[in-house]
C-alpha cells in the first residue's frame, strides 16, 4: 500500500506561481512512477507529468515549457512547479503513484488550484 497526501494548492493571480508537494508513504520502495493528474468539473481527469523512479520527467503539451516535476533524493515526495498560470489551469490536481510489479494505481486526494484575478 501507498498513501500520498497533496500540499501547496491555492488561489493565485494569472501569471503566477505555485508549487504543489506529493509525500508518499508506506511501500514507496515499489513506487514505479509519480505523476500529477488535474480533473475539472464535468471533464475527464488528464495527466500533467510524471516522473519515473529513474528521474526521468515527461509533460502534457498544456503544460510544457511553465511546469515541472521533480522528486527529492529519498523519492518520497514528488513537487510539481507551476509556473505561467492561466485561469485554464484552475481545477483539482491529485497525485498518483504507480506501485508494484502489476502497475497498481494510488491517488491521493487531491488539492484545489485557483487561477484568478
Known amino acids: 500500500q501507498v498513501q500520498l497526501v497533496e500540499s501547496g494548492g491555492g488561489l493565485v493571480q494569472p501569471g503566477g506561481s505555485l508549487r504543489l508537494s506529493c509525500a508518499a508513504s508506506g511501500k514507496i520502495f515499489s513506487i514505479n512512477v509519480m505523476a500529477w493528474y488535474r480533473q475539472a468539473p464535468g471533464k475527464q481527469r488528464e495527466r500533467v507529468a510524471f516522473?519515473?523512479?529513474?528521474?526521468?520527467?515527461d509533460y502534457a503539451d498544456f503544460v510544457k515549457g511553465r511546469f515541472t516535476i521533480s522528486s527529492n533524493n529519498a523519492k518520497n515526495t514528488v513537487f510539481l512547479q507551476m509556473n505561467s498560470l492561466k485561469p485554464e489551469d484552475t481545477t483539482v490536481y491529485y497525485c498518483?503513484?504507480?506501485?508494484?510489479?502489476?502497475?497498481?494505481?494510488?491517488w491521493g486526494k487531491g488539492t484545489l488550484v485557483t487561477v484568478s484575478s
Open positions: 516522473i519515473t523512479s529513474g528521474g526521468t520527467p
Open positions: 498518483n503513484a504507480e506501485a508494484g510489479p502489476w502497475g497498481m494505481d494510488y
